[in-house]
């Protein structure tokens, strides 16, 4: 079944083989100091997140089960029970909250790499565009400047050819 998606361009195959495809996912660019600083900084803030998480619940835990025998023994029930049903519902709410907060920056760091490659092509075109027109106002701001000697050695020469003007413009 597998051999048929991938030979007949399959929903998954495309008719490429996998080499090819994931060559495709792999941009050549170097990322920039932004995005190097957002996976600097949002990686290890998810990654820290999760593992609070992983505490939080693992101390919820083990406070039930050290809890629930003490409140049984020195107390009526309903005290217990209250007390038990509060800290297993704060446990799993800070349990979830870091997880979340965990899961949110990793993904905001995956949306941000994925724009960041695709806006590539059009920086790449903007700053083409612009050098272009650099380089186009470059020649025509030496073309005015050429002129603007040219037409000076030619009335220094004309003027001044016996004068003291004439040995400074050729200078």
Do not use: W
Request: net charge positive; proline share 4%; glycine share 16%.
């Amino acid at each position: 079944m597998a051999d048929r998606d991938t030979r007949a361009g399959g929903i998954y195959g495309g008719g490429r083989p996998m080499g090819e495809q994931v060559k495709g996912m792999i941009h050549e660019k170097a990322p920039t100091a932004s995005q190097a600083l957002t996976v600097a900084t949002l990686f290890p803030l998810g990654g820290l997140l999760l593992v609070l998480s992983g505490l939080a619940l693992a101390g919820s835990v083990v406070g039930l089960a050290v809890a629930t025998p003490v409140f049984l023994i020195f107390s009526p029930v309903l005290v217990p029970a209250a007390l038990l049903i509060g800290m297993a519902v704060t446990g799993f709410l800070t349990s979830g909250a870091l997880g979340l907060g965990g899961l949110s920056s990793l993904t905001c760091l995956a949306n941000t790499a994925r724009q960041a490659f695709q806006r590539t092509p059009d920086y790449v075109e903007e700053a083409r565009r612009r050098m272009a027109e650099a380089a186009a106002h470059a020649g025509h701001k030496t073309a005015q400047a050429g002129h603007a000697i040219q037409s000076r050695a030619q009335e220094a020469g004309a003027g001044g050819a016996g004068g003291a003007g004439g040995g400074r413009a050729s200078s």
